[in-house]
Structures are given as C-alpha cells and as structure tokens.
C-alpha cells in the first residue's frame, strides 16, 4: 500500500497536460494501485488524478461508497456528453474552498482498464460529474477555473451542522 501526499493547487503538474499512458503494465497498474489506496485514506474524496499525486499521467480513480461504485480509467476519452447541471464542488488540491461548476449531466466515456481492455461507460448525475472533475485534472484544468460562485465548506458545515455538505463532490 502506497498512500502519496496530496499535490495541491499552486503546484505546476496540476497544470500540465497529462501524458497518455502507452502500455498498462506494471508501472500503470503500481499508479491505478497506488491512487486508490491515497483516495482511500482521504476522508470525502470520491475521485483522484495521478497529476493529484504529482504523476502527470492520463489515469484516475472514482470510488462513490455509498453506491458501490469502483473505477479506474486510463486514458479516458469523453465522448457524447448531453444536458447540464450546476452543483457545488469541492478538490482535494484545493481545500477549504467550493465552487458552483457547470458539468453535463450524462456522458459517455471510453477507456482503458488495468487489464488493457477498452471499455465504455454511459454515465450520468452525480458520476458524471466526477469523471469530468477528474478528466479536468488531467488537461491541467481546476474545478476554480469553472466555478462561477465560491463558499468556505467549513463554515457551512459549522452553521448547517454534522449533516451539511453530504451532496458535495471532493477529488
């Protein structure tokens, strides 16, 4: 089990265009291995970027616990993307702030998983959101660039109490 610190904005690779990965081999699945165990250990992370780890690759993570959903996707491709939807998000490269970000509500996407085959996923609403907060990270885009409006999470949670914040989306 390897867990990274987090990168966190202000460092150049969140910047960077990820660079694809041309094999999934040992090293890939070591990175797929090696980001689930980092979101695992962070409390309210959903989804993690290998560029959140300091790796510019073009591979994350998504784990939604509570509807038992598990992906890895390496070198992923958005493809037919509908509708929009407005929601608070939150990053775990930049924390102690959220922001309102415009994302589609329902996308395709192409992949490829730890045993090299290609895959696609029709995803919408919440998961949607998450894939594409995540595929942001690997064009050097940050949630802050989309974000329209902007609070503290932590005074939210203070004046709205323990159940303040469980819609809101942390990678």
């Known amino acids: 089990?390897?867990?990274?610190?987090?990168?966190?904005?202000?460092?150049?690779?969140?910047?960077?265009?990820?660079?694809?990965?041309?094999?999934v081999n040992d090293a890939a699945i070591r990175l797929l291995n090696n980001l689930k165990d980092t979101l695992r250990e962070t409390p309210k992370g959903v989804g993690l970027?290998?560029?959140?780890?300091?790796?510019?690759?073009?591979?994350?993570?998504?784990?939604?616990?509570?509807?038992?959903?598990?992906?890895?996707?390496i070198?992923?491709?958005?493809?037919?993307?509908?509708g929009s939807e407005d929601a608070w998000e939150g990053c775990l490269s930049v924390p102690g702030l959220e922001g309102v970000v415009q994302r589609a509500g329902k996308l395709k996407v192409r992949y490829t998983d730890r045993e090299s085959k290609?895959?696609?996923l029709i995803a919408e609403g919440f998961l949607a959101r998450v894939i594409q907060h995540e595929n942001d990270h690997l064009n050097?885009?940050?949630?802050?660039?989309?974000?329209?409006?902007?609070?503290?999470?932590?005074?939210?949670?203070?004046?709205?109490?323990?159940?303040?914040?469980?819609?809101?989306?942390?990678?």
């Open 1 to 23: 089990m390897s867990v990274y610190q987090i990168v966190k904005e202000g460092n150049p690779v969140l910047r960077e265009k990820a660079k694809p990965i041309a094999k």
């Open 49 to 73: 970027a290998a560029p959140q780890i300091g790796i510019s690759k073009r591979a994350f993570v998504v784990e939604i616990a509570e509807e038992e959903l598990y992906y890895e996707m």
């Open 75 to 82: 070198n992923p491709e958005l493809m037919e993307m509908e």
């Open 118 to 120: 290609q895959n696609e």
């Open 140 to 171: 050097g885009v940050i949630f802050t660039d989309k974000a329209t409006s902007f609070r503290d999470p932590d005074a939210q949670e203070a004046e709205a109490g323990d159940d303040a914040g469980e819609d809101e989306l942390k990678e």
